[in-house]
């Protein structure tokens, strides 16, 4: 079939379609269940996990540590906090803020840590996950 035939074919459908009782039924907006409420919230539907992850963050804690870490100055009388659910953990320390290099080591709790280069300060802190 030709292109220039279709065209005819379906300039005659549309007209007869446009006429025809069965547009007004479609014309109407479509209507749904929830756009009485609008779309429910990721607060409104979150279960289990999601949900104490979704309120801890609420109250202004962090659950999985994934914030960044407050700023200390490293000495010895204000460390640098380092959660942990375990009773040590590996520390990475970049020394200088240009430098590439990370200085890796244990962080024992229980005692102030030295980074082995520069000398500044951690402290290993006792963390609980929230489940």
Known sequence: MSSWRF?????????RAAASP????????????????GVPTDEEQATGLERKV????????????VR???SYAGTKENPHI????NKQRLVGCICEEDNS????FWAHEGKLNRCP?????YKVESYELPH
């Open 68 to 70: 960044k870490p407050k």
């Open 54 to 65: 979704i309120n801890s963050l609420k109250k202004g804690e962090d659950p999985f540590n």
């Open 82 to 85: 380092v959660p942990s659910i």
């Open 101 to 104: 290099q990370v200085i890796w």
């Open 7 to 15: 065209l005819q074919l379906v300039g005659r459908a549309v007209p």
């Open 117 to 121: 280069q520069c000398g500044a300060h």
């Open 22 to 37: 069965r547009t007004v039924l479609l014309s109407r907006p479509c209507v749904r269940a929830m756009s009485a409420g």
